[in-house]
């Protein structure tokens, strides 16, 4: 599975970003709103948003950012036996399937977005 965090507009109920989480095979996708990408945050929502809900992923497979790459996501990876798999800095396309669902998900959010500008978490 492939992770991502998108930065968005702040919403009235505080949200800022929107983790991602997708499936590389069924090209499935996990989104979930997020108030801060910090550390604890993002793994609290790997743990009850695609371990509990789907299943442990076989990789998991994200950028170099510090969400990501910390002790507490490294902690429960280690827990669950997942092993972490970092693209490389600066070249988005190693982890294209993201990418792909990043430009989907802004061209629907853009457009709800439109209209509904300050609740786009719902």
């Given at each position: ?72 996501l490294a902690k429960i990876c ?45």
């Amino acid at each position: 599975m492939a992770t991502e965090i998108l930065q968005l507009p702040r919403s009235t109920q505080g949200y800022v970003y929107a983790f991602m989480c997708v499936n590389h095979f069924s090209r499935s996708v996990i989104l979930t709103s997020l108030r801060s990408k910090s550390a604890p945050v993002v793994a609290h929502v790997l743990v009850s948003h695609v371990i509990c809900l789907c299943t442990t992923p076989s990789v998991l497979l994200s950028d170099n950012g510090i969400e990501f790459r910390n002790a507490v996501l490294a902690k429960i990876c280690e827990r669950y036996g997942i092993p972490e798999t970092f693209v490389t800095a600066y070249h988005p396309a190693c982890n294209s399937v993201v990418e792909w669902m990043n430009r989907k998900i802004l061209d629907i959010l853009r457009h709800v977005a439109s209209r509904l500008h300050e609740s786009w978490e719902d």
